[in-house]
């Protein structure tokens, strides 16, 4: 058996695999997967994030703003994985 033959063989075999995976692929019916029964969960909102983008929005008057202040220090100890620091007074941030 040459290398050519034993290359047409090959060449079949991948095209008759593929064909059958075609077919099989196409006869298979999708069903629709069931809808989650209950009710309609509100999001988590996380009063960080919405201290985040209040800070983002005064712009450069945050880095004076004694919330801002807090929110970073807070935001930077979650990132760490840190405990928040309560010894601290809350307005001494």
Do not use: H
């Amino acid at each position: 058996m040459d290398v050519r033959m034993l290359a047409r063989l090959g060449a079949i075999a991948f095209v008759a695999v593929a064909i059958t995976v075609t077919v099989i692929e196409l006869s298979r019916k999708d069903e629709p997967s069931p809808l989650p029964s209950g009710s309609l969960r509100q999001p988590y909102r996380d009063p960080l994030r919405e201290g985040q983008r209040w800070c983002q929005q005064l712009g450069l008057k945050a880095a004076e703003d004694s919330k801002c202040l807090r929110v970073w220090a807070e935001t930077r100890d979650r990132f760490l994985g840190r405990a928040p620091d309560t010894s601290r007074s809350a307005e001494g941030r």
